[in-house]
Structure formats: C-alpha cells, structure tokens
C-alpha cells in the first residue's frame, strides 16, 4: 500500500488569488493524479502527472489553471490559478502502480473554498 | 471508454447482504471492471476488482457474468460503517492507469 498527505488539509481563499496543494507519498511511484471532486459529486480526474513528463490534461482542463509539478517520485504539486468561487471543491491526488499493483492510492483531499 | 451504469442509492440494514450491480455494454476485451468506496470526508479506498466469473477477497465479492456487460458488487452482512459511495469503474489498457468516476451508488445502511 501507499500513504498519502496533502497540505493544506483545507483553506478559505479569496477570489483571484492561487493556491498551490502538496501531495507526498510515503514510496516512490511513477503514476501520480489528480482529481477535483464538486460538492455531492463525484470525482472527475484533471491531470496525470508523472514524472519524468510534462502532465497530461483531461478534458476541460487546462495547464494555465492548474499548473501541476512533479520534481520526484514522491512529491507533487497542484495550483489552482486565478481562483473564483466555482473552483471550491475537494481536491485529491492518487497514486498508481505502487510495487507493481494495479490499485490506486489516494490521499485524503484538500477542501479548498473560495470566497 | 465503457460507460457505468449503477443505481443512485440503495438502503440497507445491518446485517443484510448487499448487491450492488452496475452494468458497462461497451466494456472492450482488456478492460477490468474496478469498484472504490468512499466514504465522507475521505478520498476513495479501493475494494475488488475483476475480469470475468467471480473474484472475493476479504471485503466482498464480485460476479461478473460471462457477457461482462455487468458486474454485481457483493457485501456479506454489512454494518453501519459500511455506509459510503461505492463506485464502479471500468479500467483498461485505453486508459493508462487513469480512473474515471461515474456518479456512484450512496449505500446507507440502518440499524
């Protein structure tokens, strides 16, 4: 298995300003994600980010929004750009492939809110 | 990419089995059929997965029949703290380790 943290656990933000999320593992991984989760929703993958690599985007979701580094094969780093108050959600990263296994690992969000 | 089908919510009580089926037409030969929980306040815990007949680990149990369009996801005597999300998802080489999340079934389970 994996274990995960994120910091900050939480934060209150104005609109306009970024906020940069940490994610850290606790073992070395090449497959590092990162989702954004809606209030009563469910989670909706943003980018892959893994190292080595340039991130990859999903769908609706761009590099000047969500600028993401991956310096090493145990950290990683999403921003929330610009941020309005549609950007208030739960934000997690999730681990792939740790000693070969096909599970994910995720950490336990970052709630972020914007005022 | 093969599109989840589960139901919104289910209710339960202690002690009961719980099946949760999900159904996935356009599954592709080399897809896995996966399922998480999550509960509130917390990211997503893996629980099974599968490909075919029936896989059961220490948690659950999954059946998939042998047309794979579907899969029942299967928890013996549940308890309250089994109340969560549980989301089934289809997994394969198309999507490079990548998960993508349907709108989950809420299984809440009563005393």
């Known amino acids: 298995s994996a274990v995960i943290s994120q910091k900050p656990s939480r934060d209150i933000c104005q609109r306009g300003t970024s906020l940069t999320i940490q994610c850290q593992v606790d073992?070395?991984?090449?497959?590092m994600f990162w989702y954004r989760q809606q209030p009563g929703q469910s989670l909706t993958l943003i980018a892959t980010a893994n190292q080595g690599s340039e991130a990859t985007y999903e769908s609706g979701f761009v590099i000047d929004k969500f600028p993401i580094s991956r310096p090493n094969l145990t950290f990683s780093t999403l921003t929330v750009s610009n941020m309005s108050p549609e950007d208030s959600s739960i934000y997690l990263c999730?681990?792939?492939?740790?000693?070969?296994?096909?599970?994910?690992?995720f950490g336990p969000g970052t709630r972020l809110t914007v005022l | 990419l093969a599109k989840t089908t589960q139901p919104i919510s289910m209710d339960s009580y202690e002690g009961q089995e719980v099946n949760i089926t999900c159904s996935h037409n356009?599954?592709?030969?080399?897809?896995?059929i996966t399922w998480y929980q999550q509960f509130p306040s917390q990211g997503p815990r893996f629980i099974i997965q599968?490909?075919?007949t029936k896989v059961t680990n220490e948690v659950a149990s999954l059946f998939i029949p042998a047309d794979r369009k579907s899969s029942t996801l299967s928890l013996p005597r549940v308890s309250l703290s089994d109340t969560a999300v549980y989301y089934c998802?289809?997994?394969?080489?198309?999507?490079?380790?990548?998960?993508?999340f349907g709108r989950g079934t809420q299984l809440t389970v009563w005393p």
């Open positions: 599968g490909y075919k």
């Open positions: 356009n599954i592709a030969t080399n897809d896995y």
């Open positions: 998802l289809v997994r394969g080489g198309s999507t490079l380790g990548r998960l993508y």
């Open positions: 999730s681990v792939g492939q740790v000693k070969g296994a096909d599970t994910q690992y």
């Open positions: 073992s070395q991984v090449t497959m």
